[in-house]
């Protein structure tokens, strides 16, 4: 055996020593156990392969969410044929969702739909017994149908929930004032304006009834 060919058996009994070495001693990365990555949204890829990134969708808005977006908007152009639209379809989505219905009742009476807007705050309040304003408007809505002395329950209603609201108590004095009751309407307007001072429309009517001589 030659010199050069001795240095090469060396040669090669230390590549196989250090490979074996390497291979029994578990210090290489194994599939899905040793690989961490780095960022909690660490991408498939990199620059080598940027046809090979995948990344996180983009998540899509809710479509009821959608909806009602589009009904508020459509409510602030006055739109409520639009609004009832995207309303409905909204319904069909999730038909017992209170918050949904309390816009649609809403844009029933903004449509002079009372009998409709009725039907749906009493949804409302069956979901949520305690919604206050669903009262109220309830009463205001009983009021347009000549149901005086059941939207008077409602009022008394949604006073008791929040005793604190001022229009509550200026909405109760308006129909108690259609229905010529001015003395309770006066005492319930004074209430409104005592809570909020910035009502002018309950300052006005109480000088007038008042000043007018209508008690």
Known sequence: MTLFQLILFIAALVIF???FKKLFSEDYPRRGVDYEAKNADAQIGGISRPDK???????????VEELLSI????????????????????LILDK???DILSRFAYVLNAMNDFAGAKEHYLKVLELTPDDDMAESSLANVLHHLGEDEEALKHHRRAIDLDPDYAPHYFNYANTLYD???????LKNYEKAYAI?????????????????GQL
């Open 17 to 19: 020593y250090l490979f």
């Open 53 to 63: 990134i995948f990344s996180r969708p983009a998540v899509k808005p809710d479509r």
């Open 71 to 90: 009904a508020d908007e459509s409510v602030e152009k006055s739109d409520m044929l639009e609004a009832k639209k995207a309303l409905q379809s909204a």
């Open 196 to 212: 909020d001072p910035t009502l002018k429309e309950a300052e006005e009517i109480i000088k007038t009834l008042k000043e007018g």
């Open 179 to 185: 229905m010529g009751e001015k003395g309770e309407a």
């Open 96 to 98: 017992e969702n209170p």
